[in-house]
T-cell receptor, first 118, second 115 residues
Framework: EDKVVQSPLSLVVHEGDTVTLNCSYE??????LLWYKQEKKAPTFLFML????IEKKSGRLSSILDKKELFSILNITATQTGDSAVYLC??????????????????FGKGTKLSVKP | NAGVTQTPKFRVLKTGQSMTLLCAQD?????MYWYRQDPGMGLRLIHY???????AKGEVPDGYNVSRLKKQNFLLGLESAAPSQTSVYFC??????????????FGEGSRLTVL
């Protein structure tokens, strides 16, 4: 059975701290690993990773994938209260086919709830 | 642009009642999805559609039906609601252009309570 496991499930830090969120996956037909940020409502896309060892960066957030060890990390440096959210990791797999092509489906982890205190 | 819009945003039902959640997207996306999100369970795929007139089952399809009569709309129906269907429902859509990029665009969610 495909699964995606995130750790820790929750984390409380103070502004200015650096945090590392973990995501491990065991899936068949892996295609990519995605990170989303979910505040009060809809998840919003952060990163998509397909290749090992290549860091993706956006401001204070960065992420990297290790396809050999089957995990990814999301780093947030100099955290701010606005970083408080649930961070979702998802593995995209080839699961269903239609119209002559294979298309991916996303398997989500349970999320890490990050709370940043002033 | 509106993006992905879900209606209603909140609903309370009694056991056995039926209802339909509507999802509309204005991005001309081929793919649309319905997820449910429960505490401690993450997002789980209920049904999805890879184009107008097509639907397929996801991980947790039991008790739900869907229809995609128009490309921009994806409806999720509960024929006989049960308390186990109390959840937050998210609709999402994605591009297709020679391959799925993986990025989903989510609606803001619909909170459903079944008493």
């Amino acid at each position: 059975e495909d699964k995606v496991v995130q750790s820790p499930l929750s984390l409380v830090v103070h502004e200015g701290d650096t945090v590392t969120l973990n995501c491990s996956y065991e899936v068949t037909n892996f295609r990519s690993l995605l990170w989303y940020k979910q505040e009060k409502k809809a998840p919003t896309f952060l990163f998509m990773l397909t290749s090992s060892g290549i860091e993706k960066k956006s401001g204070r957030l960065s992420s990297i994938l290790d396809k050999k060890e089957l995990f990814s990390i999301l780093n947030i440096t100099a955290t701010q209260t606005g970083d408080s959210a649930v961070y979702l990791c998802a593995s995209q797999v080839f699961r269903f086919k239609n119209y002559g092509g294979s298309q991916g489906n996303l398997i989500f982890g349970k999320g890490t709830k990050l709370s940043v205190k002033p | 642009n509106a993006g992905v819009t879900q209606t209603p945003k909140f609903r309370v039902l009694k056991t056995g009642q039926s209802m339909t959640l509507l999802c509309a997207q204005d991005m001309n996306h081929e793919y649309m999805y319905w997820y449910r999100q429960d505490p401690g369970m993450g997002l789980r795929l209920i049904h999805y559609s890879v184009g107008e007139g097509t639907t397929a089952k996801g991980e947790v399809p039991d008790g739900y039906n869907v229809s995609r009569l128009k490309k921009q709309n994806f409806l999720l129906g509960l024929e006989s609601a049960a308390p186990s269907q109390t959840s937050v429902y998210f609709c999402a859509s994605s591009y297709t252009s020679g391959g799925n990029t993986g990025e989903l665009f989510f609606g803001e969610g619909s909170r459903l309570t079944v008493l």
